[in-house]
C-alpha cells in the first residue's frame, strides 16, 4: 500500500499489487504484471503456498486488467474500487452513476433524454444492414451488375407502423415507461458490473403497445409487413476489398425510427490462380522454358482477366537472356483504376522451366551443351579439400537441426499477452 489511494480504496491499491509506481508507464504495467503471473502462478509454487498465490495472481491480473486499460485506469484513479464494484449494493454508495458510465463507455446518462424521465429519444434511423460480398478478380476487372431479390421489413401500410386499428390510440407501454429503452446490469467479471441500455421488447422499442383486441388486422400489431423487391448492385470496375456499396435506405424498416438504414455490401476479393493484386497493379508468373530465356521468344504469355491473350517478344536487343526470378513490366496491364481510363501496371516475374532430368544424358549433347555455354570460374584454391556427400533438401528444415529443437527461447514478453493463463506453457 502506497497510501495514494487510501482514502478512497482501502481494500485494494492495484499499483501496490503490482509494485509500480503511480505514474507508471502501459510497457512498465505489461511488465510487472507478467512478473506477477509467473511467480504467482499456481502451477509454479510449491504446495503448501499453492492458496495464497493464487490470491495474488487473481489479485495481480485484476488490477492489469484495469490498469492496461485507459478508460478503467481513469476511473480507478479518481473513484478507486469503488467504481468497479457493485451489483448488490449499486455502483457504489455516493458516486455519480454519470461518472462512471461516462469514464467507461462514454456515455452521458442526461444526454440519453429517456434515463430523467424528460420523455425518450428515439434513434432517427433504422440500423444499417452490413453484409460480405465475395467478387473474382475477373468481376472487379470488368465491373459486374447484380441483381437479386430482397425481402425488407416495411412499415405496415394500413396502420403507418402504429399497430393498431382505425380509431384506437396505442397506449404507453408499461415496461419501459414509454421511453422505449430499458437499462439492464450486466456482469461482465467478478466484482464488475456495467450498465447497457437496452431496446425494449416489450414495445419493440416505440414505447407505445396496443390491446390484443385493437390490433391493426393487415399487420396484426406487428406494425411492419415483409415487402419483396429487386434490388441492383452496381461494382464498378477498379473495386477493391474493403471498398462499400451503399444500397441507400434499403435495409429494414423499424417502427420505432423515422428514416430507414442502408443495405452496405463490404466487398471481398477472391484469391485469384495466376494474378495477385496490390492497388492498381498486377502481379503473374512469367513462366518460359529454358531455350526461351536464352533464345527468345514471341507468343501470348498470359491470358487476361478479361480474356484477351497477352502477347510479349523476347528479347527486345539481340542477346538479351531472362533470368529466374527477373521481373518485367507491363505498363498499363494492370486493374482499371476507378472513375478513369487508367490502369495500374502488370508485373511479371520470370519463371523459368528447366528441362526434365535425363533431357542431356547422352553424351554427345552434353558435350555439346558444355561447349556453347560458358565454363565456370576460376578453381577455388584451398589447402585441403574434402568431397561431400549430398541429397535433396526441404528448405523449411533449415535451422531445426539444433538439439533440443528450437521452442527453448520463448520471448516472454510476448506470450501471456492475451491474459493470465497463456503465461505459462
Ligand atoms: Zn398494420
Ligand atoms: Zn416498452
Same mark, same amino acid.
Given at each position: 500500500m502506497n497510501g495514494m489511494n487510501g482514502s478512497s480504496a482501502p481494500e485494494a491499491d492495484l499499483y501496490g499489487i503490482l509494485n509500480i509506481s503511480k505514474s507508471a508507464s502501459k510497457a512498465e504495467i505489461?511488465?510487472?504484471?507478467?512478473?506477477?503471473?509467473?511467480? %504467482?502462478?499456481?502451477?509454479?509454487?510449491? +504446495?503448501?503456498?499453492?492458496?495464497?498465490?493464487?490470491?495474488?495472481?487473481?489479485?495481480?491480473?485484476?488490477?492489469?486488467?484495469?490498469?492496461?486499460?485507459?478508460?478503467?485506469? /481513469?476511473?480507478?484513479?479518481?473513484?478507486?474500487?469503488?467504481?468497479?464494484? /457493485?451489483?448488490?449494493?449499486?455502483?457504489?454508495?455516493?458516486?455519480?452513476?454519470?461518472?462512471?458510465?461516462?469514464?467507461?463507455?462514454?456515455?452521458?446518462?442526461? /444526454?440519453?433524454?429517456?434515463?430523467?424521465?424528460?420523455?425518450?429519444?428515439?434513434?432517427?434511423? #433504422?440500423?444499417? +444492414?452490413?453484409?460480405?460480398?465475395?467478387? #473474382?478478380?475477373?468481376?472487379?476487372?470488368?465491373?459486374?451488375?447484380?441483381?437479386?431479390?430482397?425481402?425488407? %421489413?416495411?412499415?405496415?401500410?394500413?396502420?403507418?407502423? #402504429?399497430?393498431?386499428?382505425? /380509431?384506437?390510440?396505442?397506449?404507453?407501454?408499461?415496461?419501459?415507461?414509454?421511453?422505449?429503452?430499458?437499462?439492464?446490469?450486466?456482469?461482465?467479471?467478478?466484482?464488475?458490473?456495467?450498465?447497457?441500455?437496452?431496446?425494449?421488447?416489450?414495445?419493440?422499442?416505440?414505447?407505445?403497445?396496443?390491446?390484443?383486441?385493437?390490433?391493426?388486422?393487415?399487420?396484426?400489431?406487428?406494425?411492419?409487413?415483409?415487402?419483396?423487391?429487386?434490388?441492383?448492385?452496381?461494382?464498378?470496375?477498379?473495386?477493391?476489398?474493403?471498398?462499400?456499396?451503399?444500397? +441507400?435506405?434499403?435495409?429494414?424498416?423499424?417502427?420505432s425510427a423515422e428514416q430507414t438504414g442502408d443495405i452496405i455490401f463490404h466487398i471481398v476479393e477472391l484469391p485469384h490462380d495466376l494474378f495477385n493484386r496490390a492497388g492498381a497493379d498486377l502481379q503473374a508468373t512469367l513462366e518460359i522454358t529454358l531455350a526461351e530465356a536464352l533464345t527468345g521468344f514471341n507468343r501470348v504469355v498470359l491470358k487476361h482477366l478479361d480474356g484477351r491473350g497477352i502477347s510479349l517478344i523476347h528479347p527486345h536487343v539481340e542477346g538479351e537472356i531472362l533470368r529466374p526470378s527477373q521481373v518485367i513490366k507491363v505498363k498499363g496491364e494492370g486493374m482499371p483504376m476507378k472513375r478513369s481510363d487508367a490502369k495500374g501496371d502488370l508485373y511479371l516475374i520470370v519463371e523459368i522451366q528447366f528441362p526434365e532430368d535425363g533431357t542431356f544424358s547422352d553424351p554427345a549433347t552434353a558435350e555439346a551443351l558444355r561447349k556453347v555455354l560458358p565454363g565456370p570460374e576460376p578453381p577455388i584454391k584451398t589447402e585441403l579439400t574434402d568431397e561431400a556427400h549430398w541429397e535433396d533438401a526441404d528448405p523449411e528444415e533449415f535451422g531445426k537441426g539444433a538439439p533440443g529443437g528450437g521452442g527453448a527461447w520463448v520471448d516472454e514478453d510476448e506470450e501471456g499477452a492475451e491474459g493470465p493463463q497463456c503465461a505459462t506453457q
Open positions: 505489461k511488465k510487472a504484471y507478467h512478473k506477477a503471473a509467473l511467480q %504467482n502462478h499456481p502451477d509454479k509454487v510449491p +504446495e503448501g503456498q499453492r492458496e495464497e498465490a493464487e490470491v495474488r495472481f487473481k489479485a495481480a491480473s485484476q488490477a492489469y486488467e484495469i490498469l492496461s486499460d485507459d478508460q478503467k485506469r /481513469g476511473l480507478y484513479d479518481v473513484h478507486g474500487m469503488a467504481a468497479f464494484e /457493485g451489483g448488490q449494493g449499486g455502483m457504489g454508495a455516493g458516486m455519480d452513476m454519470n461518472d462512471i458510465l461516462g469514464g467507461l463507455f462514454g456515455m452521458n446518462m442526461g /444526454g440519453m433524454g429517456g434515463m430523467g424521465g424528460r420523455g425518450p429519444q428515439r434513434p432517427k434511423r #433504422s440500423p444499417d +444492414e452490413n453484409q460480405k460480398y465475395e467478387v #473474382s478478380l475477373e468481376d472487379l476487372y470488368k465491373g459486374k451488375t447484380v441483381k437479386f431479390a430482397s425481402t425488407k %421489413n416495411v412499415l405496415c401500410s394500413k396502420c403507418s407502423g #402504429s399497430g393498431a386499428k382505425d /380509431g384506437v390510440e396505442p397506449k404507453t407501454c408499461a415496461t419501459c415507461k414509454g421511453q422505449g429503452v430499458r437499462q439492464v446490469l450486466q456482469q461482465v467479471g467478478p466484482g464488475m458490473v456495467t450498465q447497457r441500455l437496452m431496446e425494449c421488447s416489450a414495445c419493440e422499442a416505440t414505447g407505445k403497445v396496443v390491446n390484443p383486441k385493437d390490433k391493426c388486422k393487415k399487420c396484426k400489431g406487428k406494425r411492419t409487413t415483409e415487402e419483396k423487391k429487386q434490388l441492383e448492385l452496381y461494382i464498378p470496375r477498379g473495386a477493391k476489398e474493403g471498398d462499400k456499396i451503399v444500397l +441507400e435506405g434499403e435495409a429494414d424498416q423499424i417502427p
